[in-house]
């Protein structure tokens, strides 16, 4: 079975209008939970995960494993390498972002068939924005081609951690947004040339990194190992080989 990108992007939709937009700066603290210090996690992300999951099983099914699902049950992940179609669900990326009333988080999901992403969707609801990448067709925005040209000079790096700015004439260094589904758009876009993170979860790199890829990018760790779902070190998003040198040599 199969199902078409706009049916998806759809659901994604519905089920962000329904469940996230409507709790948007409107969260009461019993619908507000940690998992660990500083890790939020709200009834809305529990709901848009179960909500969006369910709709995906009952149109084309699969293997569905989200955020908030991996973390009461990590060995779910497993099946992901494995299955004819999976889909990896992060119901709210930058929870802390939307806790703290800020318009920068999103829902992001990709599909993988054994173990490679395919395809792609962010969708970012106070932007109004849906992003969208298939292996080997590129990237769009709200249905028009993304493009972007050469990194800058020096090249712009954007990062959440202090200890990876180390001063260098050739980067300027900038504050990422603590949103995966903002951060690989402003790649995509051009805004940025790098962003350099220091853990990866598939939920909320699978769907970005396929689109910086699309547009010419590349998704490594520092010494140069290739991003994939089982990879979980911190890693660069660079927009092209340059930048993606550039930092990492200053890095190493």
């Not at 790098?194 to 990194?209: E, K």
């Not at 290739?226 to 911190?234: D, I, N």
Request: net charge negative.
């Amino acid at each position: 079975m199969s199902i078409d990108v706009d049916t998806v992007s759809d659901l994604i939709r519905d089920v962000g209008a329904r469940v996230i937009d409507t709790r948007f700066r409107a969260l009461h603290d019993h619908q507000i939970h940690q998992k660990k210090p500083g890790d939020f996690v709200t009834d809305a992300d529990r709901q848009a995960e179960h909500e969006l999951g369910a709709a995906l099983m009952k149109y084309v099914g699969g293997v569905v494993v989200g955020e908030e699902s991996a973390f009461a049950d990590p060995t779910i992940l497993a099946a992901v390498p494995h299955a004819d179609l999976a889909w990896v669900i992060d119901p709210i990326d930058g929870t802390k972002n939307f806790v703290r009333g800020s318009v920068d988080h999103g829902v992001m999901l990709a599909q993988l068939n054994r173990g490679e992403t395919v395809r792609g969707w962010i969708w970012q609801p106070q932007h109004g924005h849906m992003w969208f990448a298939e292996r080997g067709t590129g990237v769009t925005c709200d249905g028009d081609e993304v493009t972007r040209g050469v990194s800058h000079s020096p090249v712009r790096a954007a990062t959440t951690h202090e200890a990876y700015k180390i001063a260098s004439p050739v980067v300027e260094w900038r504050m990422a947004k603590w949103c995966c589904a903002v951060d690989y758009p402003l790649v995509c876009l051009g805004e940025n040339d790098v962003t350099v993170y220091q853990h990866s979860y598939p939920w909320d790199h699978l769907p970005g990194a396929l689109m910086v890829r699309e547009v010419g990018g590349v998704v490594r760790t520092v010494d140069g190992v290739e991003y994939g779902p089982q990879e979980t070190s911190g890693k660069l998003v660079a927009a092209d080989e340059e930048a993606y040198e550039t930092v990492a040599g200053l890095l190493r």
